[in-house]
């Protein structure tokens, strides 16, 4: 089953405008993460923020960590065309807390695209 | 460093055939996990191996398998392959050290079973 649910499915946007996705999940994590998914192909990392943390940035990337809501949103500020992909939030199970075992439960992310 | 790859990219069986998947991770990394992708049901995680042992498997039928060689390498096999086993299988690898977790994909072999 799914352990995280993005939100909205789908988003269309002009180019220079910001972008705003969300994540829900329903079990205690160790941490969380964003990934971006270009058509077909294979994902790419964009970035990870752990439980204890409330926000983190990379670059116009913002992520935001709410483990009480267990929401996480994920801001990317002055979109481009090149930004259209989906994206998709993953999740760290507690449950594998000491890396004797590792797995990434992903959400059915959102496609964004950015209209130039 | 090289990037994760995967082979063979593209595949097209039939049903009741069998396929084997290869993945090569990033040099020094250890453990590789593997994940089905489909429209329908999204990423799924299918097995995550690390120093040629099985650590954890997901919720598919036996017919899926892998394993994973001294030098990092996995495979993984699908027999009697069904229509539903078309899709986008993803292999990932992650580096061995503490605090540590994102996870590198590779481009993705696409089957197609007919």
């Known amino acids: 089953s799914q352990q995280g649910e993005e939100d909205p499915q789908a988003l269309s946007i002009q180019e220079g405008e910001n972008a705003t996705m969300n994540c829900s999940y329903k079990t205690s994590i160790n941490n969380l993460q964003w990934y971006r998914q270009n058509s077909g192909r294979g994902l790419v990392h964009l970035i990870l923020i752990r439980s204890n943390e409330r926000e983190k940035h990379s670059g116009r990337l913002r992520v935001t960590l709410d483990t009480s809501k267990k929401s996480s949103s994920l801001l990317i500020t002055a979109s481009r065309a090149a930004d259209t992909a989906s994206y998709f939030c993953?999740?760290?199970?507690?449950?594998?807390?000491?890396?004797?075992?590792?797995?990434?439960?992903f959400g059915k992310g959102t496609l964004l695209t950015v209209n130039p | 460093k090289a990037g994760v790859t995967q082979t063979p990219r593209y595949l097209i069986k039939t049903r009741g055939q069998q396929v084997t998947l290869s993945c090569s991770p990033i040099s020094g990394h250890r453990s590789v996990s593997w994940y089905q992708q489909t429209p329908g049901q999204g990423l799924q995680f299918l097995f995550e191996?690390?120093?040629?042992?099985?650590?954890n498997k997901g919720n598919f039928p036996g017919r899926f398998s892998g394993r994973q060689f001294s030098n990092s390498r996995s495979e993984m096999n699908v027999s009697t392959l069904e229509l539903g086993d078309s899709a986008l299988y993803l292999c990932a690898s992650t580096p061995k050290t503490s605090g540590v977790y994102e996870q590198y994909f590779g481009p993705g072999t696409r089957l197609t079973v007919t």
């Open positions: 191996y690390f120093s040629e042992t099985q650590r």
């Open positions: 993953a999740t760290d199970p507690l449950e594998t807390r000491g890396g004797s075992n590792y797995k990434l439960t």
